[in-house]
T-cell receptor, first 117, second 111 residues
Framework: DTAVSQTPKYLVTQMGNDKSIKCEQN?????MYWYKQDSKKFLKIMFS?????LIINETVPNRFSPKSPDKAHLNLHINSLELGDSAVYFC?????WGGGGRSYEQYFGPGTRLTVT | DQQVKQNSPSLSVQEGRISILNCDYT??????FLWYKKYPAEGPTFLIS?????DKNEDGRFTVFLNKSAKHLSLHIVPSQPGDSAVYFC??????????FGTGTRLQVFP
């Protein structure tokens, strides 16, 4: 059983297009995250949702919009894609938020490699 | 401003010997530290963690040491095995805030 799954695994698209990446976790976790790993391999948080509520929103262009229809899903929609959006995007989940200890242990999906041409 | 740094991009160790991966941080408010392991084409997987109230945590072959005065932590793997070959990320958090990751160290364990 896949704990955190993402679709698609690879996404190649042209500048200006709009695309979505889907994420689902079957761990029963309350908190989900989106990370971006750029070409320098720097893994940086973008968004976090706890019980469908946005709790972290880093300095991310508003072309990026996360949507959490329920606790098990956190999708990422990107409008007007730019070359600099090319990266690997990871979804993750954790048991809860702010509870210390295990709430820090995040489970990651396999990543979605986005290439914008 | 990179608050978590892994200054060695790669490390090569012979099977059976000890691997030591290092991580430095700048934010004195960090109170929880984690190590993640990542294989190619997979997401990072949690390996081991340590709270700032401790200076050592051990789990099987993996031990994490924390030196708060030096703002330094290290991961020891002993004995190293070929299956340990992966990229290792250090991460830190301040009072249940977001995780800040280092840029990773690629460990290669050769026979």
């Amino acid at each position: 059983d896949t704990a955190v799954s993402q679709t698609p695994k690879y996404l190649v698209t042209q500048m200006g297009n709009d695309k979505s990446i889907k994420c689902e976790q079957n761990l029963g976790h309350d908190t989900m995250y989106w990370y971006k790993q750029d070409s320098k391999k720097f893994l940086k948080i973008m968004f976090s949702y706890n019980n469908k509520e946005l709790i972290i929103n880093e300095t991310v262009p508003n072309r990026f919009s996360p949507k959490s229809p329920d606790k098990a899903h956190l999708n990422l929609h990107i409008n007007s894609l730019e070359l600099g959006d090319s990266a690997v995007y990871f979804c993750a989940s954790s048991q809860d938020w702010g509870g210390g200890g295990r709430s820090y242990e995040q489970y990651f999906g396999p990543g979605t490699r986005l290439t914008v041409t | 401003d990179q608050q978590v740094k892994q200054n060695s991009p790669s490390l090569s160790v012979q099977e059976g010997r000890i691997s030591i991966l290092n991580c430095d941080y700048t934010n004195s408010m960090f109170d929880y530290f984690l190590w993640y392991k990542k294989y190619p084409a997979e997401g990072p997987t949690f390996l081991i963690s340590i709270s700032s109230i401790k200076d050592k945590n051990e789990d099987g072959r993996f031990t994490v040491f924390l030196n708060k005065s030096a703002k330094h932590l290290s991961l020891h793997i002993v004995p190293s095995q070929p299956g340990d070959s992966a990229v290792y990320f250090c991460a830190a958090s301040a009072s249940a805030d977001k995780l800040i990751f280092g840029t990773g160290t690629r460990l290669q364990v050769f026979p």
